[in-house]
């Protein structure tokens, strides 16, 4: 679809600056992925035993933030905060450029990056990540070598990267991962420009979010995983508010059986929502980021706890990602600044009708079980 077309149908916020509220386009993506995946889910006899998903935001260790790294080491970033994610058994990120010391940067693009794929991608496993997504505005920045390298070096520490691939149905397959007896399937998309990094059936790329798309996928990954959780990264970077379109995708994904969506790219938090069965975090902000960003000075880490197929608890913890102050090691908020940032997000949840509760300096949203209990 011409640039100019899809700009007059769709509102996507990027690098390039903000635009108008819009509808998405349901016309055609391409053909539904068929990748290899576990057998169809059978009837359980018990409910699924509890597991911990934890998810950040956007993580980027290149740009301004090489000299630091090169200095004190790619495990730095993760130490103040690797308890928190060791509580989860998996463990989710935005991975934003690729991990390459090949490839051609792309021409006309204002910010571009890369990281060290030997340095990065152990680090990453070390501090238990083990899926992240690949769908966004910076994973072809490269090109292709540069996404088929950052491909190896995750595989190869045995991270599952999601939303980006050889083909638009390779981008679009979700990965399967296992959390004791559980299957959770994620699916990761962009909706963010430039247009030439979304994948098409025959050319390598990232996971363009059509809801046809969006829905197809989660109702195919539902019949074969006990939870589904979709990525987005889109919305308007530095904005809290929303667009229309996050709130009409999110709540695709939800009404085809997702049980959380995890939104990202505008480098700061924006609201939550419980929707249906669903939780929505349209945006979990900056992790670890190599810049010098005034915005994007507060953030979280989300703990969802999952108990016969839902969340039951969602724990958003504050951190403090200024790296004028933390040099590019996230650590936990406390005291006024921790209790600001978490009023703050819960005024912008009860916009979504959804009430947040103050716990041990943490945001807090506790759902009941089927049954009430």
């Given at each position: 679809m011409h640039l100019t077309r899809l700009l007059s149908r769709l509102c996507l916020?990027?690098?390039?600056?903000?635009?108008?509220?819009?509808?998405?386009?349901?016309?055609?993506?391409?053909e539904s992925p068929q990748p290899s995946a576990p057998p169809a889910r059978t009837a359980r006899a018990a409910p699924l035993a509890e597991f911990r998903v934890a998810a950040v935001g956007d993580i980027m260790l290149g740009g301004t933030a090489t000299p630091e790294l090169q200095k004190l080491g790619y495990d730095y970033p993760f130490e103040r905060v690797r308890n928190i994610l060791k509580q989860a058994q998996i463990v989710f990120g935005n991975l934003e450029g690729p991990l390459t010391d090949g490839g051609e940067p792309i021409q006309n693009k204002k910010y571009i990056f890369r990281s060290p794929p030997d340095k990065v991608a152990p680090a990453l496993a070390r501090s238990g990540f083990?899926?992240?997504?690949?769908?966004?505005?910076?994973?072809?920045?490269?090109?292709v070598q540069g996404l088929e390298d950052t491909r190896a070096a995750l595989e190869k520490n045995r991270i599952r990267p999601v939303g980006a691939g050889k083909n638009l149905a390779e981008a679009r397959a979700p990965v399967y991962m296992k959390a004791g007896p559980a299957t959770v399937a994620f699916l990761a998309y962009s909706l963010t420009f430039p247009e030439e990094f979304w994948a098409a059936?025959?050319?390598?790329?990232?996971?363009?979010?059509?809801?046809?798309?969006v829905r197809a996928d989660?109702?195919?990954?539902?019949k074969k995983a006990d939870v589904v959780i979709v990525s987005f990264h889109w919305g308007q970077e530095g904005k809290t508010e929303l667009r229309d379109y996050q709130v009409q995708l999110a709540h695709a994904a939800i009404d085809e059986g997702a049980a959380a969506v995890l939104g990202h790219h505008p480098h700061v938090v924006q609201a939550v929502e419980h929707y249906k069965d669903g939780v929505i975090l349209y945006s979990l902000g900056n992790f670890t980021f190599g810049s010098y960003s005034k915005a994007a000075t507060r953030s979280v880490i989300a703990l969802l706890t999952f108990r016969d197929g839902r969340v039951r608890e969602l724990r958003l913890t504050p951190i403090d990602v200024n790296n004028v102050e933390v040099v590019f090691q996230p650590r936990l908020l406390i005291g006024p600044d921790a209790a600001q940032e978490v009023e703050e997000i819960g005024q912008l949840s009860r916009e979504r009708g959804t009430a947040l509760e103050t716990r041990d300096a943490a945001a807090v949203l506790t759902l009941a079980d089927r049954s009430g209990t």
């Open positions: 916020c990027a690098f390039l600056g903000g635009c108008a509220t819009g509808s998405l386009p349901t016309g055609p993506a391409g083990n899926v992240v997504s690949l769908a966004n505005n910076h994973s072809m920045d490269y090109g059936p025959d050319k390598p790329g990232t996971a363009f979010g059509h809801e046809d798309s989660v109702a195919a990954a539902r």
